[in-house]
């Protein structure tokens, strides 16, 4: 079973849909949690981190659901410039330097 | 600030030949990391560092190796390359390690190809 967990996709939305994706994790001493996004062809960039409270950035939700070992991410009102790949990222909680990647979910925005 | 970058964009390497990934960063971190991304697979840690002189090994470390001279640059050595390492090539830095607010800045990518 892999660390991290996305479905792969893609998610095909038209504009102003709302979308939503989960993140599953195996570690339940994962320590941090993130969203990144990933233009194609790019590198990723930090979208958000995700908090135990849930947090929340304009159009973007987090949430963090420690007792089911998921993370989520919720697109409301979405844009064309939303069409990207979502990257999950954890990092546990066992020192060193351990960052797992998910491997992504894509998403097309259509107008 | 240029924040991280890379060089070249594009590389094509015969079998066996070796070559070095540069990377450098103008944000004063402390830690940098090598990760290389393949189709359907998440970013893998090939190697990091907490700092000028310490390196250590991530995840898939054999057929690479990395130095730490200074707190800017941290290149990325191919011995000999295989067309196993066919991959696009990402150098990250950030200022945390492990905390909430442990932002990894990339570079723009290196895509190399091992024929």
């Known amino acids: 079973r892999k660390e991290v967990e996305q479905d792969p996709g893609p998610f095909n939305v038209p504009e102003g849909a709302t979308v939503a994706f989960n993140c599953t994790y195996s570690?339940?001493?994962?320590?941090?949690f993130f969203w990144y996004r990933q233009d194609c062809r790019k590198e990723p960039k930090l979208l958000m981190s995700v908090y135990s409270s849930g947090n929340e950035d304009g159009r973007f939700t987090a949430q963090l659901n420690r007792a089911s070992q998921y993370i989520s991410l919720l697109i409301r009102d979405s844009k064309l410039s939303d069409s990207a790949t979502y990257l999950c990222v954890v990092i546990p909680n066992t020192g060193g330097f351990k960052t797992i990647f998910g491997a992504g979910t894509r998403l097309f925005v259509k107008a | 600030n240029a924040g991280v970058t890379q060089t070249p964009k594009f590389q094509v390497l015969k079998t066996g030949q070796s070559m070095t990934l540069q990377c450098a960063q103008d944000m004063n971190h402390e830690y940098m990391s090598w990760y290389r991304q393949d189709p359907g697979m998440g970013l893998r840690l090939i190697h990091y560092?907490?700092?000028?002189?310490?390196?250590d090994q991530g995840e898939v470390p054999n057929g690479y190796n990395v130095s730490r001279s200074t707190t800017e640059d941290f290149p990325l050595r191919l011995l000999s390359a295989a067309p196993s390492q066919t991959s696009v090539y990402f150098c990250a830095s950030s200022l945390e390690r492990g905390g909430p607010t442990d932002t990894q800045y990339f570079g723009p990518g290196t895509r190399l190809t091992v024929l």
């Open positions: 570690n339940s001493a994962s320590q941090s």
């Open positions: 560092s907490v700092g000028a002189g310490i390196t």
